[in-house]
Nanobody, 123 residues
């Protein structure tokens, strides 16, 4: 499975962005998909994840109520809708395919990482 995140950009505080993760490979729907982010000089952190069949989701506390993850296995796509963005959300965002659900914040269980997309939120 190959993953590519896109949709990042520059947005003002309070604004919205929708990230997408495009997957190639026939087995994409066998994996949970997680979103992680990494800000400059910071550790990578878990953001959100969705079960392989889309029947379950979970989020980091700092994005609950603001971000929504969804997937369309027919299109091999996973989206992350980000609303009420804050400057602290500035980071490179990565999607990842995991054999575990819930997806572990440590990233254990992730078997494929995608290339990231930069999100910058200005104050």
């Amino acid at each position: 499975v190959q993953l590519q995140a896109f949709g990042g950009g520059l947005v003002q505080s309070g604004g919205s962005l929708r990230l997408s993760c495009a997957a190639s490979g026939r087995t994409f729907d066998r994996y949970a998909t997680g979103w992680f982010r990494q800000a400059p000089g910071m550790q990578r952190e878990f953001v959100a994840a969705i079960k392989w069949d889309g029947t379950g989701t979970h989020y980091a506390d700092f994005v609950k109520g603001r971000f929504t993850v969804s997937r369309d296995n027919a299109k091999s796509m996973v989206d992350l809708q980000m609303n009420s963005l804050k400057p602290d959300d500035t980071a490179v965002y990565y999607c990842a395919a995991s054999v575990r659900y819930p997806v572990w914040a440590s990233g254990d269980g992730v078997v494929y990482w995608g290339k990231g997309t930069q999100v910058t939120v200005s104050s």
